[in-house]
Protein backbone atom coordinates (compact mmCIF):
# COMPACT_ATOMS: atom_id res chain seq x y z
CA UNK A 1 0.00 0.00 0.00
CA UNK A 2 1.73 2.87 -1.45
CA UNK A 3 0.54 6.97 -0.89
CA UNK A 4 -0.31 8.83 -3.70
CA UNK A 5 0.50 12.08 -4.20
CA UNK A 6 -1.93 14.16 -3.03
CA UNK A 7 -2.11 12.10 -0.35
CA UNK A 8 1.29 12.98 1.03
CA UNK A 9 0.73 16.51 -0.08
CA UNK A 10 -2.18 16.57 2.54
CA UNK A 11 -0.02 15.16 5.34
CA UNK A 12 2.81 17.24 4.71
CA UNK A 13 0.39 20.22 4.96
CA UNK A 14 -1.19 18.75 7.97
CA UNK A 15 1.99 17.79 9.58
CA UNK A 16 3.47 21.50 8.72
CA UNK A 17 0.64 23.85 9.55
CA UNK A 18 2.14 25.79 12.81
CA UNK A 19 5.25 26.58 10.22
CA UNK A 20 2.64 27.46 7.87
CA UNK A 21 0.62 29.60 10.40
CA UNK A 22 4.25 31.23 11.44
CA UNK A 23 5.03 31.96 8.07
CA UNK A 24 1.95 33.89 7.04
CA UNK A 25 2.50 35.81 10.77
CA UNK A 26 5.79 36.77 9.48
CA UNK A 27 5.21 37.98 6.33
CA UNK A 28 1.93 39.88 7.13
CA UNK A 29 3.75 43.00 7.21
CA UNK A 30 4.20 42.76 3.17
CA UNK A 31 0.59 42.81 3.12
CA UNK A 32 -0.66 43.66 -0.56
CA UNK A 33 -3.47 41.94 -2.48
CA UNK A 34 -1.51 39.65 -3.68
CA UNK A 35 -0.27 38.55 -0.32
CA UNK A 36 -3.88 38.57 0.61
CA UNK A 37 -4.84 35.66 -2.18
CA UNK A 38 -2.17 33.61 -1.57
CA UNK A 39 -2.71 33.76 2.63
CA UNK A 40 -6.56 32.98 1.31
CA UNK A 41 -4.90 30.19 -1.10
CA UNK A 42 -2.58 28.53 1.90
CA UNK A 43 -5.10 29.01 5.03
CA UNK A 44 -7.72 26.78 2.30
CA UNK A 45 -5.06 24.04 1.65
CA UNK A 46 -4.12 23.81 5.25
CA UNK A 47 -7.80 23.42 6.25
CA UNK A 48 -8.11 21.23 3.80
CA UNK A 49 -5.13 19.07 4.70
CA UNK A 50 -6.27 19.33 8.77
CA UNK A 51 -8.89 18.07 8.00
CA UNK A 52 -8.60 15.21 5.52
CA UNK A 53 -5.28 14.13 8.31
CA UNK A 54 -8.07 13.87 10.51
CA UNK A 55 -10.45 11.77 8.42
CA UNK A 56 -7.63 9.51 7.59
CA UNK A 57 -6.51 8.92 11.55
CA UNK A 58 -10.96 8.90 12.80
CA UNK A 59 -12.31 7.03 9.61
CA UNK A 60 -13.25 3.52 10.09
CA UNK A 61 -14.01 3.14 6.37
CA UNK A 62 -10.20 2.56 4.90
CA UNK A 63 -9.27 0.41 8.07
CA UNK A 64 -9.47 -3.27 8.42
CA UNK A 65 -11.71 -4.56 11.40
CA UNK A 66 -10.30 -3.66 14.83
CA UNK A 67 -7.77 -6.39 15.94
CA UNK A 68 -6.22 -6.89 19.69
CA UNK A 69 -2.74 -7.39 20.32
CA UNK A 70 -0.73 -8.09 23.38
CA UNK A 71 2.41 -5.52 23.19
CA UNK A 72 5.36 -7.16 24.21
CA UNK A 73 7.88 -4.68 23.92
CA UNK A 74 7.78 -0.95 24.07
CA UNK A 75 10.66 1.21 22.56
CA UNK A 76 10.91 5.11 22.85
CA UNK A 77 9.78 6.86 20.40
CA UNK A 78 11.45 10.15 21.02
CA UNK A 79 13.41 9.86 18.13
CA UNK A 80 10.84 10.42 15.98
CA UNK A 81 9.63 13.12 17.55
CA UNK A 82 13.08 15.26 17.42
CA UNK A 83 12.99 14.52 13.92
CA UNK A 84 9.85 16.14 13.53
CA UNK A 85 10.66 19.23 16.21
CA UNK A 86 14.26 19.28 14.28
CA UNK A 87 12.45 19.43 10.93
CA UNK A 88 10.35 21.99 12.31
CA UNK A 89 13.12 24.52 13.26
CA UNK A 90 14.94 23.40 10.00
CA UNK A 91 12.12 25.22 8.04
CA UNK A 92 11.44 28.68 10.52
CA UNK A 93 15.52 29.68 10.55
CA UNK A 94 15.35 31.27 6.98
CA UNK A 95 12.26 32.85 7.37
CA UNK A 96 12.64 34.56 10.80
CA UNK A 97 14.08 37.76 9.44
CA UNK A 98 10.89 37.92 6.77
CA UNK A 99 12.97 38.91 3.32
CA UNK A 100 12.43 37.34 0.16
CA UNK A 101 15.53 35.33 -0.24
CA UNK A 102 14.12 33.63 3.32
CA UNK A 103 10.90 33.10 1.82
CA UNK A 104 12.80 31.40 -1.33
CA UNK A 105 15.29 29.20 1.37
CA UNK A 106 12.18 28.06 2.73
CA UNK A 107 10.54 26.99 -0.07
CA UNK A 108 13.70 24.99 -1.04
CA UNK A 109 14.13 23.80 2.33
CA UNK A 110 10.34 22.47 2.18
CA UNK A 111 10.63 20.47 -1.30
CA UNK A 112 13.58 18.94 0.57
CA UNK A 113 12.28 18.30 3.51
CA UNK A 114 9.05 16.86 1.51
CA UNK A 115 11.04 15.02 -0.52
CA UNK A 116 12.83 13.35 2.63
CA UNK A 117 9.38 12.34 4.43
CA UNK A 118 7.10 11.39 1.39
CA UNK A 119 7.76 8.08 1.03
CA UNK A 120 8.24 7.05 5.10
CA UNK A 121 6.23 6.84 7.67
CA UNK A 122 7.52 9.73 9.54
CA UNK A 123 4.72 11.57 7.32
CA UNK A 124 2.00 10.47 9.51
CA UNK A 125 3.12 11.34 13.35
CA UNK A 126 2.40 14.86 13.23
CA UNK A 127 2.40 17.67 16.02
CA UNK A 128 -1.82 17.26 16.13
CA UNK A 129 -1.48 13.97 17.14
CA UNK A 130 -0.03 15.37 20.39
CA UNK A 131 -2.63 17.63 21.11
CA UNK A 132 -5.69 14.88 20.44
CA UNK A 133 -3.88 13.17 23.24
CA UNK A 134 -2.25 10.23 20.90
CA UNK A 135 1.10 9.25 21.91
CA UNK A 136 3.61 6.94 19.28
CA UNK A 137 4.99 3.83 21.05
CA UNK A 138 7.24 1.79 18.90
CA UNK A 139 6.29 -1.55 19.64
CA UNK A 140 6.43 -5.66 19.38
CA UNK A 141 3.49 -7.57 19.57
CA UNK A 142 3.79 -10.85 20.27
CA UNK A 143 0.92 -12.14 18.00
CA UNK A 144 3.47 -11.51 14.71
CA UNK A 145 6.83 -10.54 16.85
CA UNK A 146 7.89 -7.82 14.07
CA UNK A 147 8.12 -3.90 14.66
CA UNK A 148 4.95 -2.04 14.81
CA UNK A 149 4.40 1.80 15.59
CA UNK A 150 1.26 2.31 17.93
CA UNK A 151 -0.63 5.76 17.82
CA UNK A 152 -2.37 5.22 20.87
CA UNK A 153 -4.20 7.98 23.75
CA UNK A 154 -2.89 7.28 26.91
CA UNK A 155 -0.24 5.31 28.25
CA UNK A 156 0.80 2.27 27.09
CA UNK A 157 2.93 -0.59 28.88
CA UNK A 158 4.32 -3.59 28.06
CA UNK A 159 2.15 -6.47 28.83
CA UNK A 160 -1.08 -4.48 27.48
CA UNK A 161 -3.43 -5.56 25.11
CA UNK A 162 -4.52 -2.81 22.75
CA UNK A 163 -7.40 -2.86 20.30
CA UNK A 164 -5.86 -1.22 16.93
CA UNK A 165 -6.84 -0.95 13.22
CA UNK A 166 -3.98 -0.55 10.35
CA UNK A 167 -3.49 2.97 9.47
CA UNK A 168 -0.84 2.08 6.93
CA UNK A 169 1.89 -0.69 6.42
CA UNK A 170 3.62 -0.81 10.02
CA UNK A 171 1.63 1.69 11.48
CA UNK A 172 -1.59 0.98 14.24
CA UNK A 173 -3.96 3.43 15.46
CA UNK A 174 -6.03 2.72 18.74
CA UNK A 175 -9.96 2.51 17.99
Known sequence: MG???????????AKYTFVFIILMVIYSKYFSVFLLILYVILSVVLIVSNY??????????DMESPRTYQ???IKDSNPIYTNIVASHI???IPI????TIGLIIFSIISFFIFILFRNSEMIFFNPILFFMGYR???TRVKEHNKSVYILYKGKLQEGDFVSVSYL????????
Open 136 to 138: VYT
Open 90 to 92: LML
Open 3 to 13: LNLSNSIKLFF
Open 71 to 73: VDE
Open 96 to 99: MNGT
Open 52 to 61: GYYKLITSAE
Open 168 to 175: YENILISN
